[in-house]
């Protein structure tokens, strides 16, 4: 059998701000334009994607972000099952790619999710992240594709004090090493 | 032993908290709250250091970031020492050891204080006058400016100290913390925006936090009570950030700031160990207060740069608030009221001041009247005309003004003193107002520049603004505040205010003197030893602009920028060339205010985050197998992998010929992917490739090449047809960002009618790439169920395929020129795939090969590589690869610069191969080509862009770039070095296998 490896593998619990790795997850990406497009993808995922920038629709089971006017990051709550982590980019792929009504492309390891949980989180992102947060800490739900330490990133306000971080995965470590060194002195 | 200058009423040193420190290796006393210049004052040490240029004596002469004199070497550690550091700004702490810069043996006894005797014959511009001749020389001349060049020592080992950054954003951002600064806090909180204020010093409060003069009260009280009220009232709200110790270094276009925080500079050398030294604020404000102040002016007169000689206002917070005496015998010479202050100050802290020497006829303003009160001596419309001491003032002359003030009269008198206090006016600071892009107003009635119009979002207050009274400063500042703020009302509308008003003013640029101006020495510039006469001299040697004059006598060029010297010179300037000041203008202030250390400026990206890297999902398993790694854009790529103590070349000639020889696994992850997906896909490749895709058959590979505009060579890479309307493109690895921008941009601005998505897949595949004759054997092995044969699995074509159950993409493809495959998995299984490989291929002697085996592979097989055997300037024709480019295409991009006069001529260079004689010789990549040597100048024809030794061809190659090249083929041609000429033919591009035998072997 094949090994899985995610970059990480990793937990860390500093003062007021835990950070951890979580995967795997599965994400893809969606792009499209007209109104079938959304209409497929709210009745195939139960979510309406959300046309409003920087915003972000969920249920219990997965997540839609906006990242751009015709594109959308899907990302799941829950751990997918090694074993059978292909029926939603298929079924998907079925109903969008294949009748020309947009994209759909498996991006699960072109992200790392980092999970930033505690009352410091923002004080962590500060040191590296020229974004305003000021607005963006108390939207729940609220989307940013931002800089951390000159890397590219998607931030997704998951709750108070919550956030799911996504980073491409060959930025991963490094990123990880930097958010590390900046957590020892807050 | 030096005397102890220090009285016991300071309010603001903690005197029970004894500090010691070493000042030139001799250990001293301070207390906590002080700085080094307070602590050497109350040590009464006023020699610091030398000037620049004569390297007379020099003394403390401010208490702030304008200090030109007072500047010393910080530390012995060769990783931590810090030179040009203002002993006014260092805060005491336990260990801390300054030294005096500018001086050999010692301070006190310097050899370079002969430049002094030589001064008539050193004046300005003398460097450009005198060493030009004869021109050769100059290298000569070099050696030894530059040896006295430069003031202190730099470190010279890695910085230890540990520094950050961090970002801010805030409704408003006031600069300054005095009693402007202070009102703009409050009322900005109070409204519930979010505040921040910075001050440079170590709390809050400005000058007036030491204002106890019965002359100067707020409803009842002293100004300085009534602030601190304020100030204490400013820790109740939450919305209110304030930064101490932090000074604001640069103001940006659009509110956008820079602002250093200093944490641990004042602390022990054991408390602020593994903590941040400074930290650089990175601030962007909707509104911005300044509130930063204003300095106080010098006098110009004849040797105005003793030691001893001080800013009034200087004087006054040494002992107001640091409880120092910087003298005992104190003259204070002026041309306003605020020297009286001083005067008042230190004459209830018990020190004896000799008299009071003003410019002006007379002034009846109650704080000079409370002076006279108290018996001070008035010297009214007298001037100093020169001082005596050499280390130190020792005493001065007078003489009393002409009526008109241009000259002196009378006979002159003499007073012993062992400190004057200088007061020349104030000068706004306008530093940050016009970083920003602000333009200044000059007001005549006190020769000031002030804030005028601005494009940002912002106001001055204060003394900054040109408020120099109590009065005006609070009212006005209020009244700012309120309409920059769209507010109504605030706490600060019906203060009862008492201060003094100037009543009388009187300025004069360059004092008169009894001796002619060639014959003395009225310093402007302390720091570069720039005089008055400098100045003329240089007006009269035909400089007009301030720009140039400051430049030919370096009139505000040290590390203080000229902050005390910029407003005489410019008032000289006007006087001798009689024009206003307010026509000549400024010089321009550029950030920083104050010097940054390179720390601040780097903060953490040093070391390992000085670049942010990429790494492949194989990247540890080419650690434990030794690799050496090479950076490729951002990426860490194996460059090769050395066994034992094989270096670079003989690990890539064993990596080369394995892989021509068995099987060679290269990790090709970095390469750039492109999802291109929708019902338009075809024609959108149509128009960015010079080829033809429409008949790309589903399942099939080809390669392409992508132009700029320009019709130049931009990129290159297979692209593979998943489905109908599903494609796959590939990238080289430095150019994928980029690539993916201009077609996203494409379709957004030239293209929206195609229907086509782009999706950036690159981190979400791993690659595996292996190579070689028994590359199919050790496929087979890894992926059994696949048909391999080439009837099923051609050259340049792809299989999806479940390696263990997991998806992945099998192109057969090849950059070496053999028969290859390139796995295509989920990046969590590429490292898992790559040791199954690499597992699988064992019985085969798999090696494998890293960047540097690549590009020699490639090289052989004459493969181009974009940004190496290209540059920006190569068509697809220069490359002679003709036959990549469709001529029945209606379009594609670049077409149209194909054929341009320019891009058709014959002459241009081409890509050729090269072989040298010597078959053992290897050209350097780089190296110019020529077909005769002996010809003046020398005609380069072209250069060497690829060049190896290849150890399956047994000689050197290379591919070169050479005018008109196609046509010179068989031609001999040469390569000059430093140390030789090396013969060359010029061939083909491809060295190895021109049939493509191997593609399918």
């Not at chain 2, 720091?527 to 400098?534: C, G, R």
């Not at chain 2, 290159?716 to 080289?732: A, C, F, K, P």
């Not at chain 2, 690659?767 to 340049?796: A, Q, R, Y």
Request: proline share 3%; hydrophobic share 35%.
């Amino acid at each position: 059998m094949l090994n899985y490896n995610s970059p990480i593998m990793n937990a860390k619990d500093y003062s007021g701000i835990k950070i951890s790795e979580v995967e795997p997850i599965i994400k893809i990406n969606l792009r499209g334009k007209n109104r079938d497009f959304i209409t497929k993808i709210g009745k195939e995922l139960s979510i309406i994607p959300p046309t409003d920038s920087n915003t972000s629709s969920g249920n219990e089971k997965l997540n839609i972000l906006w990242l751009s006017p015709d594109e959308w990051l899907v990302y799941s709550n829950d751990k997918i099952d090694l074993k059978n982590n292909n029926s939603l980019e298929d079924r998907l792929f079925d109903q969008i790619s294949k009748v020309k009504l947009g994209s759909v492309a498996n991006v699960t390891d072109h992200w790392v999710m980092i999970n930033l949980k505690g009352d410091n989180v923002f004080e962590l992102l500060s040191s590296g992240c020229p974004f305003n947060f000021n607005d963006f800490k108390n939207s729940k739900g609220a989307v940013t594709q931002t800089l951390l330490n000159h890397v590219d990133v998607i931030i997704h306000n998951k709750n108070i004090n919550d956030l799911n971080l996504f980073v491409r995965r060959s930025f991963s470590n490094h990123l990880w090493s930097w958010m590390n060194d900046s957590a020892r002195f807050i | 032993m030096n005397k102890n200058l220090r009285i016991t009423n300071s309010k603001f040193i903690d005197q029970t908290s004894r500090i010691s420190f070493k000042f030139d290796g001799k250990t001293l006393y301070g207390f906590k709250g002080d700085t080094l210049a307070s602590a050497l004052l109350a040590n009464n040490i006023h020699l610091v250091g030398r000037s620049f240029k004569y390297h007379r004596p020099r003394g403390i002469m401010t208490c702030g970031s304008e200090e030109p004199n007072g500047i010393v070497q910080v530390g012995k550690d060769p990783s931590m020492t810090e030179p040009n550091t203002r002993a006014t700004e260092i805060e005491l702490y336990e260990g801390l050891e300054a030294t005096s810069q500018n001086c050999w043996p010692s301070v006190n006894f310097d050899i370079g204080a002969i430049n002094n005797f030589f001064s008539p014959f050193i004046p300005a511009a003398f460097y450009y006058k005198t060493f030009m001749w004869p021109a050769s020389f100059w290298e000569k001349y070099e050696y030894f400016i530059r040896k006295s060049a430069g003031l202190g020592k730099s470190p010279t080992k890695p910085d230890k100290d540990i520094y950050d950054h961090k970002y801010l954003h805030c409704d408003v951002l006031i600069i300054g913390g005095g009693i402007s600064g202070i009102i703009a806090a409050k009322t900005a909180a109070q409204n519930n925006l979010n505040t921040v204020l910075l001050d440079d010093k170590n709390n809050l409060g400005g000058t007036t936090l030491f204002q106890n003069n019965e002359c100067f009260k707020i409803n009842n009280s002293y100004s300085s009570e009534w602030l601190k009220k304020e100030i204490e009232s400013l820790n109740s709200f939450n919305n209110l950030t304030i930064k101490t110790r932090t000074t604001l270094a640069a103001y940006h276009s659009y509110n956008y700031l820079l602002a250093r925080e200093n944490l641990t500079d004042h602390l022990s050398l054991i408390e602020k160990k593994d903590k941040i030294r400074q930290r650089l604020w990175k601030i962007r404000a909707k509104k911005v207060i300044i509130a930063a102040g204003a300095m106080e002016r010098p006098l110009i007169f004849n040797n105005n740069d003793r030691p001893g000689v001080i800013l009034s206002s200087s004087i006054k917070k040494y002992i107001d608030y640091y409880g120092v005496k910087c003298g005992q015998k104190i003259s204070l010479f002026t041309n306003n009221d605020a020297a009286y202050e001083t005067a008042i100050s230190l004459s209830k802290s018990g020190v004896t001041i000799n008299s009071v020497i003003d410019i002006r006829d007379k002034s009846n303003s109650s704080i000079v009247k409370e002076a006279e009160k108290l018996g001070i001596k008035i010297h009214w419309r007298h001037t100093v005309v020169n001082t005596n001491g050499y280390k130190r003032i020792s005493s001065i002359e007078l003489m009393k003004l002409s009526d008109d003030g241009t000259a002196v009269v009378g006979n002159k008198s003499k007073e012993e003193c062992d400190c004057l206090g200088i007061s020349g006016g104030w000068t706004p600071r306008v530093h940050l107002f016009t970083q920003s892009g602000g333009k200044l107003k000059f007001r005549d009635t006190d020769n000031t520049f002030l804030p005028d119009k601005s494009e940002s979002e912002q106001i001055s207050i204060g003394s900054c603004n040109g408020d120099f009274e109590l009065d005006d400063v609070v009212k006005n500042s209020n009244k700012s505040i309120k309409e920059f703020l769209n507010l109504n009302s605030s706490d600060y509308e019906n203060l009862k205010i008492n201060c003094s008003k100037e009543t009388d003013k009187k300025n004069i640029w360059l004092l008169p003197s009894n001796k002619p101006l060639g014959k003395t020495k009225p310093f402007l510039d302390f720091q570069n030893d720039s005089t008055a006469k400098d100045v003329k001299l240089a007006l009269r040697e035909g400089f007009k602009s301030i720009e140039h004059v400051k430049r030919y006598t370096t009139t505000g060029m040290g590390t203080d920028q000229g902050k005390l010297s910029n407003m005489h010179a410019l008032g000289i300037i006007a006087e001798t060339a009689g024009v206003k000041i307010g026509e000549l203008g400024t010089t321009t202030f550029r950030p920083p205010y104050t010097p940054l250390t390179f720390g601040a400026i780097v903060g953490r990206n040093v070391d390992e985050f000085f670049d942010i890297t990429r790494r492949t999902p194989m990247h540890d398993w080419h650690t434990k197998h030794n690799a050496e790694f090479e950076n490729v854009g951002q990426w860490k790529r194996a460059w090769y992998y050395p066994i034992e103590n094989e270096n670079m070349h003989e690990a890539v000639q064993r990596e080369s010929k394995a892989a021509r020889d068995s099987a060679g696994i290269l990790d090709a992850s970095t390469l750039g992917k492109i999802d291109i997906q929708g019902s338009d896909a075809s024609e959108f490749l149509n128009r960015v490739y010079t080829n033809a895709w429409s008949k790309l058959e589903i399942g099939k590979c080809r390669y392409g090449l992508m132009l700029n505009e320009d019709g130049m060579v931009y990129d290159d890479g297979v692209t593979t047809r998943l489905s109908e309307n599903h494609y796959i493109m590939t990238t080289t690895t430095g150019g994928a960002a980029n690539v993916l921008s201009k077609l996203e941009d494409y379709l957004q601005t030239e293209w929206p009618e195609l229907d086509v998505y782009l999706t950036s897949v690159t981190d979400h595949y791993a690659t595996v790439s292996i190579c070689g004759p028994n590359s199919k054997k050790i496929l087979s092995k890894v992926i059994p169920d696949l048909d391999l044969s080439d009837k099923e699995f051609p050259h340049m074509s792809f299989k999806n395929a479940l390696i263990d159950n997991v998806r992945c993409r099998v192109m057969r493809i090849s950059f070496t020129g053999e028969h290859s495959y390139e796995i295509n998995i989920q990046s969590s299984y590429g490292k898992s795939v790559w040791e199954k490989c690499f597992e699988a291929g064992k019985e085969f002697n798999i090696t494998p090969y890293g960047t540097e085996t690549m590009h020699l592979l490639r090289a052989e097989k004459g493969f181009i590589i974009a940004g190496q055997d290209t540059d920006g300037t190569m068509t697809p024709v220069d490359l002679q690869m003709d036959w990549i480019i469709s001529k029945k295409k209606y379009d594609f991009i670049g077409k149209r610069s194909l054929y341009r006069s320019d891009t058709i001529r014959e002459d241009r260079k081409q890509l050729v191969g090269l072989l040298t004689d010597d078959p053992n010789e290897v050209l350097e990549e780089g190296a110019q080509i020529v077909s005769e040597t002996n010809k003046q100048p020398i005609e380069m024809l072209g250069h060497v862009t690829s060049s190896y030794f290849s150890p399956n061809l047994n000689k050197s190659i290379a591919l070169a770039v050479l005018k008109n090249g196609k046509k010179l083929k068989g031609q001999k041609m040469f390569v000059p070095m430093k140390t030789k000429t090396i013969n060359v033919t010029i061939t083909d591009t491809v060295f190895l296998d021109k049939e493509n035998k191997r593609l399918n072997a």
